[in-house]
């Protein structure tokens, strides 16, 4: 199966050059990390002028562990597990050796805390044609002894990421930085997600539900939804993908009340006002089929246009009877 992360030579062979994964890696690199990412985008959107970019959304704040430091902020190890590996070795494998000397010398333990943007650029007119890059902006902390004495650690495992790690007060090891992670083509991520699938994937239900309603015609997918891949190598080799959408969190969520008791007029005015706090035509639909509406407000205005109530768009009314028909939640 082919890679849908094209880069560089491979994108260039199948497709005119969008972004370039080699570039966008240097100048994150070459980006100094500011109160804000727009210097980021900046410099990309720069080197890319044909594609207007945007900054979708930013993760949940994660972890992972750094190296080894001395209090001083003298450098020691970048990488704590193949320190202590290495180090236990150097001591004759003698675990009391290694902690006697972690202990002299008063080490301290790093950790990454990062988040990732998620930077989109629109490529063409349907809900999957854009580019969605991902850039990781991490900064190393140092926040603990690499051990307490007064409660040693049983084994190497416990040294490198212990439960209960004796705390310092946090400060920061260097400056933050930006590093890039991926990119992908959406269309052609989805096509390769839907090539080994009897149906269709509810994320490729979902942008094909876009493309053909009022929110397709007035609305810019990657503006308002971005995308959470998973893409691994199974245990026989084969190539596992997955995707879910995921709103762009740049506004609270609208609420909707319960239809119940609400018909016609009444139930108009309610799915309008969503739409509008939302941002877009018939969003209250999508917002339905991600679990953040309720599906009765689908099946109570299904219920109003078989009794021709006519406060849909005709493309709408479709969008909704399929669903109806053959019921999907992302």
């Not at 720069?46 to 994660?62: C, F, I, S």
């Not at 946090?170 to 390769?192: D, I």
């Not at 995308?227 to 609420?255: A, S, T, W």
Request: include cysteine; hydrophobic fraction near 35%; charged fraction near 25%.
């Amino acid at each position: 199966m082919s890679n849908p992360e094209l880069d560089a030579n491979d994108q260039e062979q199948t497709q005119p050059v969008r972004f370039n994964g080699h570039t966008l890696g240097r100048l994150c690199k070459q980006t100094l990390v500011g109160p804000g990412d727009e210097g980021l985008l900046e410099r990309i959107q720069k080197t890319y002028p044909n594609y207007p970019l945007q900054l979708a959304r930013v993760g949940h704040e994660w972890y992972r562990l750094g190296g080894v430091i001395k209090p001083d902020g003298v450098r020691i190890a970048n990488d704590l597990n193949e320190w202590a590996e290495r180090t236990f070795i150097e001591c004759g494998q003698n675990f009391k050796t290694l902690l006697d000397y972690c202990e002299e010398e008063c080490f301290l333990g790093t950790r990454h805390k990062g988040v990732t943007l998620y930077l989109v650029a629109r490529t063409g007119s349907k809900a999957e044609d854009f580019v969605q890059i991902e850039v990781d902006r991490t900064q190393e902390v140092a926040d603990r002894y690499l051990f307490d004495a007064d409660q040693p650690p049983d084994d190497l495992e416990e040294l490198i990421d212990p439960l209960n790690p004796l705390k310092v007060d946090p400060f920061a090891v260097g400056s933050s930085r930006y590093t890039y992670r991926r990119k992908t083509e959406v269309a052609l991520f989805m096509n390769e997600l839907g090539k080994h699938r009897v149906d269709r994937h509810p994320a490729q239900r979902f942008m094909d539900d876009w493309n053909t309603s009022s929110a397709g015609q007035q609305g810019v997918f990657c503006s308002h939804w971005s995308l959470r891949l998973n893409q691994h190598k199974g245990k026989h080799g084969e190539q596992i993908m997955n995707v879910d959408v995921v709103r762009n969190q740049k506004r609270d969520v609208p609420r909707l009340e319960s239809p119940e008791a609400k018909r016609g007029k009444a139930l108009a005015t309610l799915i309008s006002r969503f739409d509008i706090q939302a941002g877009y035509p018939f969003a209250w639909f999508f917002y339905m089929v991600k679990g953040q509406v309720s599906p009765h407000v689908g099946e109570s205005v299904h219920l109003d246009l078989m009794k021709d109530y006519a406060y849909l768009p005709e493309r709408d009314t479709t969008v909704l009877r399929r669903w109806i028909a053959k019921p999907y939640l992302l």
